[in-house]
């Protein structure tokens, strides 16, 4: 054997340990770490007006859904008329945070003053 072969065996046997040695990727498997570092946006209600305050910017096209909720034990029955939120206020697109007011509306438009809601907001 001359000193190319052995040079060219050795150079083989080692790449090949290299390709052996690499680590195997897992399928099927994902794996999330970490935490929320950002402060949720500060939600409240007066007269008929949901205001989100001190929002961070990323959560900017947030849907807000309501839902009417009724006591377990009543006499009358429940109005299932759905209940829309107008956008009525909004601080604008720059900066960090922004603030944003909601009018509660019933489906004939008229502002919504009463009532206890199950407000559910779902962010992008």
Do not use: W
């Amino acid at each position: 054997m001359n000193g190319k072969s052995v040079a060219s065996a050795a150079g083989l046997l080692v790449f090949s340990g290299a390709c052996l040695a690499a680590t195997p990727v897992a399928q099927g498997v994902i794996t999330f770490t970490g935490s929320i570092v950002e402060a949720p946006c500060m939600a409240s209600e007066r007269s008929g007006v949901l205001s989100l305050d001190d929002c961070p910017a990323q959560m900017r096209g947030t849907r807000v859904d309501l839902h009417r909720v009724e006591p377990q034990a009543s006499v009358s029955a429940p109005d299932l008329a759905p209940v829309n939120v107008k956008l009525v206020a909004d601080s604008g697109t720059a900066g960090r945070y922004y603030h944003q007011r909601y009018a509660l509306m019933d489906a004939s438009g008229k502002p919504i003053t009463r009532g206890t809601f199950l407000v559910t907001l779902t962010t992008p």
